[in-house]
């Protein structure tokens, strides 16, 4: 075990992208309409997610623990995140942002290290 699992990063990129639209994507394109609209719309969105993330960390779980595949999953959730909230959702990048980021990565090297 602690091999990086590429099919299972990109697998992972992919569903965070789709469940960052179910989380957050909704402030925007549904910020008139009823909370019950947009949860339903949410969990539709999210059945779509699941359909991605479960195959990715069941491939995954073959060659990484369960907590580097949980670290790499933060991390993952992380590199999508920022363009989403800087392109989607007009948001800037602070300092203790930044700052953050780069612990959750220090998290990768130390959960990886032999």
């Given amino acids: 075990m602690g091999q990086v699992n590429w099919i299972t990063v990109g697998m992972l990129v992919v569903s965070n992208l789709i469940m960052l639209y179910a989380w957050y994507g ?9 909370v ?7 969990w539709a969105i999210a059945l779509f997610e ?12 073959k060659t990484m623990t369960l907590e580097q595949l949980k670290i ?14 800087m392109v989607v959702m007009k948001q ?4 203790n942002y930044a700052a953050a980021a780069v612990c959750i990565f220090a ?8």
């Fill in 26 to 34: 909704h402030l925007r394109t549904l910020g008139g309409a009823p």
């Fill in 92 to 95: 800037g990048v602070t300092w």
């Fill in 36 to 42: 019950w609209t947009a949860i339903l719309v949410s």
């Fill in 72 to 85: 790499v999953q933060e991390a993952v959730s992380l590199l999508v995140f920022v363009p989403f909230s």
């Fill in 50 to 61: 699941y359909c991605v993330a479960v195959p990715a960390n069941r491939l995954g779980s």
């Fill in 107 to 114: 998290a990768v090297y130390f959960i990886f290290r032999g």
